[in-house]
């Protein structure tokens, strides 16, 4: 019976290890695959890398932003502390004030003192108005195709604001915090983002592609596999066409050797 423990015990560690062998054999072959493809993940990282800057560089037309910060107060030279309501009420206006910038009155009002040929409806495309989140601030942004126009038309939509302002609620105090300024830099298309997606994306299409061939060849590449697969020890093996012809080129000049040493013994 003891015999019989032992003996089953030892077939028990025998499976586990073959099978953990297997496993680790499987594991290196899969770390293998891109490896052995990296000229097809190298092409097809440049590809896609070279497609996405040429879409990023020459197609997708820049966009220009500029924007405004305007404080919501009580009025100027109120000695009146604030106090928690007075906090939450002009937080609550916040909403009051960001529906009034983007009204078509308002934005009309800025067209026709900046002289720019566009629509409200266009102005209100490229407008957004954000409220910082627990402060009495503002943020008012415009993106453009032209830079001119971008600052142009911010610094209307500011000036008519205050106006309105004053004119709706006329105890409030409408300040300017940070005023608009030129944009020289395009934040559209971000170059340096979008060429980083290129590459990584190359990457993941290469190698996805590396695993997709290796899925679809059937072929044996060495013998740990046939006898992986097939569960008998691989006898021989028939060399490559490579190693038959550098056996014969070798076997010929040894030939050619010995016929040499015996014409210059004769």
Request: charged share 25%; net charge neutral.
């Amino acid at each position: 019976m003891k015999s019989n423990t032992r003996g089953n015990l030892g077939e028990n560690i025998s499976v586990r290890e073959s099978t953990n062998l297997e496993e680790i054999i499987t594991i290196k072959e899969m770390l293998d695959v891109p490896i052995k493809s990296w000229k097809l993940i190298l092409i097809s990282i440049l590809s896609i890398t070279l497609m996405v800057a040429i879409f990023t560089f020459f197609l997708i037309e820049p966009q220009y932003e500029t924007s405004a910060k305007v404080f919501i107060g009580k009025e100027q030279g109120s000695k009146e502390e604030y106090s928690t309501n007075d906090v939450e009420m002009y937080q609550q206006l916040l909403k009051t004030y960001s529906e009034l910038i983007k009204t078509k009155d308002l934005t009309k009002a800025a067209i026709d003192s900046s002289n720019i040929d566009i629509t409200p409806v266009e102005v209100l495309k490229k407008l957004r108005v954000v409220t910082v989140a627990d402060t009495q601030i503002i943020e008012i942004k415009y993106q453009s195709k032209s830079p001119d126009e971008a600052i142009k038309m911010i610094n209307s939509i500011v000036k008519e604001f205050v106006q309105f302002a004053v004119k709706i609620v006329p105890n409030g105090n409408v300040q300017v915090l940070e005023s608009p300024t030129f944009p020289e830099k395009s934040v559209v298309p971000n170059k340096r983002l979008n060429l980083c997606i290129g590459v990584l994306l190359g990457l993941m299409v290469g190698i996805g592609l590396s695993f997709l061939l290796e899925f679809l060849d059937n072929t044996y590449k060495t013998r740990e596999q046939v006898e992986r697969e097939v569960g008998i020890p691989v006898i021989g093996q028939i060399p490559k066409e490579g190693i038959i012809k550098g056996i014969k080129g070798t076997s010929n000049d040894n030939c050619e050797a010995d016929n040499h040493k015996k014409n210059e013994a004769k």
